[in-house]
């Protein structure tokens, strides 16, 4: 044990981060065990995406369940076999995951995931996307940029509405979890940031299987968000329809709107 402490140290205050990956690595120990406290074992296995020097995945290994890793940087590997089975560590890029075969491949398919990460602040958006998509993540726990991280629960504001925030309600209950500040990294980033923790729900008013057509339905509706709707719902082909249903005025602008609002206008594609 006293060999991973000395690796860890070792990696969280030698190895230069790497900017091109986005990396920041988390040396906070009450953050850390806010995220490793999460979900309190309602999951049968493990996932963390990126995990670095591994100060977050040491704290995880001791939870007892099946642990797995996908981190690109080769720097890290060698280590973090010091914490799960070889064949449980996936030196890949996560933006490039198979998900489908590895869920196969380690006979994950019907298991309950907890995914778990620091996400690069680069590709945080594209990578929390791709997980929303995957029914076998029922529970997350994931670092975000502030401003990020707040795209993706309810924090009943004026004008929060967006593409982010409707997919993330769909299909998960979400909260913050807490907020970091920057010395609570090395190197410290420029940016607040924060933990948001998910749990999947039951039943989605939209299935995973309509994500395509739904993401295309958001990006369509919010990229002129602080506009008034009709243009979007013009290029969507559902302004005719808004208008005779009445319940819905064209004039509002897509960031007021709220989840049930969305959720309508998306029916009227049907």
């Known amino acids: 044990m006293e060999k991973v402490n000395l690796l860890t140290r070792k990696n969280l205050f030698m190895v230069k981060a790497d900017k091109n990956l986005g990396q920041h690595f988390l040396k906070d120990k009450t953050v850390i065990e806010k995220i490793c406290s999460d979900h309190h074992g309602l999951y049968d296995v493990i996932i963390e995406v990126g995990p670095g020097p591994g100060a977050l995945s040491k704290e995880l290994s001791k939870i007892g369940k099946p642990l797995y890793f996908i981190e690109k940087d080769e720097r890290f590997i060698e280590d973090l076999e010091l914490l799960t089975s070889k ?101 410290p980033p420029k940016v607040n940031s924060n933990v948001v923790s998910y749990i999947r729900k039951e039943q989605f008013d939209i299935s995973i299987e309509e994500f395509s057509r739904l993401n295309n339905f958001t990006r369509t509706l919010f990229a002129q968000k602080r506009k008034q709707l009709s243009a979007a719902l013009k290029k969507l082909g559902i302004l005719e329809k808004v208008q005779e249903d009445g319940m819905i005025a064209p004039t509002l602008r897509a960031e007021t709107l709220s989840y049930q609002q969305v959720l309508r206008l998306y029916q009227f594609l049907k």
Not at 106 to 127: A, C, E, F, H, Q
Not at 131 to 136: A, E, N
Not at 146 to 152: F, L, M, S
Not at 172 to 186: D, I, R
Request: with cysteine; glycine share 4%.
């Open 87 to 187: 064949e449980n560590i996936f030196h890949q890029d996560a933006l490039e995951f198979n998900w489908e075969d590895f869920l196969t491949q380690n006979d994950l398919s019907d298991k309950k995931i907890w995914l778990v990460s620091n996400l690069p602040y680069n590709v945080g958006t594209i990578l929390f996307v791709q997980f929303l998509q995957i029914s076998q993540i029922q529970f997350m726990t994931l670092m975000f940029q502030k401003e990020v991280g707040e795209k993706t629960f309810l924090r009943n504001i004026k004008n929060e509405m967006s593409g982010l925030l409707f997919l993330s309600l769909n299909y998960f209950q979400s909260k913050q979890l807490c907020k970091v500040l920057p010395g609570a990294f090395n190197p």
